[in-house]
């Protein structure tokens, strides 16, 4: 069964060159086309696509508006912003709104065929630059003290989630199995009661758990 893909952007040529990259993959099937947030939202609801390729900045509705609504109506579809912009006005709203992933434009094809993959699989999937806002800009919202909860261990998973590695990338660096570090992930997501591995990097780099 391969990735349904539903494409935001209100550039056409955008729009008409990723779907044309994206068709010759043969796991991945296109199945719409918006040119703006509201577009979007509507389409999603029609189409349930897996993921939505997401502009930030479009008329009507922009994309971190359209994200909070779908995430709010279908929390199972996956959305990945494709922007410009990678300053921490727009990163943090755009994952606060429930984005799994954040992507520039400059992506190298390939590499955006991997990050496809990897949100598909539950792992977060951010730009070097939107991650390096997050750790430069954001700041301690005093979120209530559950880390006192979190074993040593439990820690050290979730540092290493906020630098955006994967279950296999965390179980060679604590030398750990990964079915190990899958356990660890879920108890620290119902301890800290996060819905998935974005808002646990959110949550450790507000936190300053991370250089």
């Known amino acids: 069964m391969g990735i349904t893909i539903l494409i935001a952007d209100d550039h056409h040529v955008v729009r008409r060159g990723l779907a044309f990259f994206l068709k010759t993959q043969k796991d991945i099937e296109i199945i719409g086309e918006a040119g703006n947030g509201r577009e979007a939202v509507d389409l999603a609801r029609t189409l349930k696509p897996d993921l939505i390729l997401m502009d930030l900045v479009m008329p009507e509705m922009d994309g971190i508006q359209a994200t909070k609504i779908i995430k709010s109506e279908m929390p199972e579809v996956k ?5 410009s912009f990678s300053d921490q006005d727009h990163v943090i709203p755009a994952l606060e709104a429930g984005a799994s992933g954040y992507q520039l434009k400059d ?105």
């Not at 959305?79 to 922007?83: F, H, R």
């Not at 979120?143 to 179980?171: C, F, P």
């Open 79 to 83: 959305i990945m912003m494709l922007t």
């Open 107 to 211: 992506i190298e094809p390939d590499e955006l065929i991997n990050c496809i993959k990897k949100i598909m699989s539950g792992e977060n999937q951010l730009h070097p630059k939107a991650t390096s806002q997050l750790l430069a800009n954001l700041s301690n919202n005093n979120e209530k003290n559950v880390m006192e909860e979190l074993t040593k261990r439990e820690l050290d998973v979730l540092r290493e989630i906020a630098k955006g590695k994967s279950n296999k990338e965390i179980a060679a660096s604590l030398f750990i199995t990964e079915k190990t570090v899958k356990t660890h992930v879920s108890n620290l997501l119902a301890k800290l009661e996060l819905a998935d591995r974005t808002q646990a990097a959110l949550f450790a780099v507000k936190n300053h758990l991370v250089e």
